[in-house]
């Protein structure tokens, strides 16, 4: 998520804690719709007329929210409602659904179901602690799996409020970081906490994940091909710590170095873990929400400690919107909000209405240095058309320092 340092801002694969603050073809029959027709906040409608309302959400933003492109996706059931692009990738492109763009901290999702996995598969445990595959770490005697996977760890991330490696990441945004050396960077700050003691999202956290899940399996990217990629049919995600994507691609516009500028081709290694930096399309996004947010691919325990509340009480969260294993959960709602390198999106699911929504934006001039978010602008407005009774928890607002 984007984190604001000084007067400067930067993109991060993780989300704001400060925004904390605040199988049928169609399901809606289970609403008390006659036939095909869908429940919303309007009543029972047709999917035609679902589907406009929704494009006139879309639509709406390229003008009151400084959308330059915007692609979005919406499925209720197994049915798909919407799916649509507007806007420009670049001068004279349109954007359209097919492209790629970086989906950031929707791969932790992915990061946290293979380490799950390897729980069911029993080999390892969320108990173990870290020293058992790097006792050389600090603290590695006192820090589990689990602390890894839900920030409490207590380890700080090496570049929220850190200006130091922000200034050395703006003076090369080309830059190929490697995890051993955004590791040395973080650990050198010390500790936010006492492991388990409090909530600080780390990108450290999952570049040690990454590790772990390397030791038992020979390769994250190898298992995240296998276990999540080629299951659910993803042919469109790639994974790459190197900025060239695949084409066709949405491009991406920041004005955090000053100008407003392409940030399309700037390097994305800075953000996660070895195996864990994706590019993927609204369709591979949308297709990965249900069974990944809803836990698929795991066995039942391991699904209830996907969104278990365990951090509930530390750094301001509640039942109401918290971070599990990996993912945000609040309002019935189980979401990733990655922001990054001028990329915006929301890949949400919510279970009781088997729907889910897909958004990814690019801003603007105006809105360059990220005074708002028109990916989660989108999705609060779809989501309160669709299902009224389930809120979107998540702030639409500036990041918070």
């Not at 704001?16 to 309007?42: H, N, W």
């Not at 909530?199 to 040690?208: E, G, P, S, V």
């Not at 919510?350 to 889910?356: E, G, H, I, M, N």
Request: hydrophobic share 40%; charged share 20%; net charge positive.
């Amino acid at each position: 998520m984007e984190r604001v340092i000084g007067n400067r801002s930067v993109g991060f694969a993780g989300f704001c804690i400060g925004a904390l603050a605040l199988s049928l073809a169609v399901a809606p029959a289970a609403a008390g719709c006659p036939g095909s027709s869908m429940s919303t906040a309007d009543g029972c409608k047709s999917k035609a007329a679902v589907e406009r309302r929704l494009q006139r959400i879309v639509d709406s933003s390229r003008d009151q929210n400084a959308t330059k492109a915007a692609i979005a996706r919406v499925d209720v059931g197994r049915s798909t409602v919407l799916r649509t692009a507007i806007g420009q990738s670049e001068t004279g492109v349109p954007a359209n659904p097919r492209m790629h763009f970086r989906i950031g901290s929707i791969a932790i999702t992915n990061l946290t179901t293979l380490v799950l996995q390897l729980q069911d598969e029993g080999r390892l445990s969320l108990n173990d602690k870290l020293s058992r595959w790097f006792p050389g770490l600090p603290r590695a005697d006192q820090i589990t799996v689990k602390m890894l996977g839900n920030n409490t760890s207590g380890y700080l991330d090496y570049a929220q409020g850190n200006p130091e490696f922000i200034d050395t990441l703006f003076s090369d945004v080309f830059r190929q970081w490697t995890p051993d050396e955004l590791m040395d960077i973080a650990l050198a700050r010390g500790f936010a906490c006492d492991p388990g003691t409090c909530f600080n999202y780390a990108h450290t956290n999952y570049i040690l994940l990454s590790k772990i899940v390397t030791r038992l399996t020979g390769s994250t990217r190898t298992r995240m091909k296998r276990r999540i990629l080629a299951p659910l049919n993803l042919d469109q995600t790639r994974i790459s710590r190197l900025a060239p994507m695949p084409r066709p691609v949405l491009h991406a516009y920041i004005a955090d170095r000053g100008p407003y500028e392409d940030s399309t081709s700037w390097s994305p290694s800075w953000t996660i873990g070895s195996g864990t930096v994706l590019t993927s399309t609204i369709d591979d996004v949308a297709k990965a929400a249900r069974p990944v947010f809803g836990g698929k691919l795991l066995s039942a325990r391991s699904r209830r400690q996907l969104v278990a509340p365990d951090n509930v009480g530390k750094g301001g969260q509640t039942r109401d919107f918290y971070f599990g294993l990996g993912l945000l959960a609040g309002g019935g709602w189980r979401m990733q909000n990655p922001q990054l390198n001028g990329y915006t999106a929301i890949s949400g699911y919510l279970p009781a209405r088997k729907l889910t929504i897909a958004v990814t934006a690019t801003n603007r001039l105006k809105a360059a240095k990220a005074d708002t978010n028109p990916s989660a602008i989108m999705f609060n407005r779809m989501a309160a058309y669709l299902a009224p009774g389930h809120p979107s928890p998540i702030s639409h607002g500036p990041p918070s320092a």
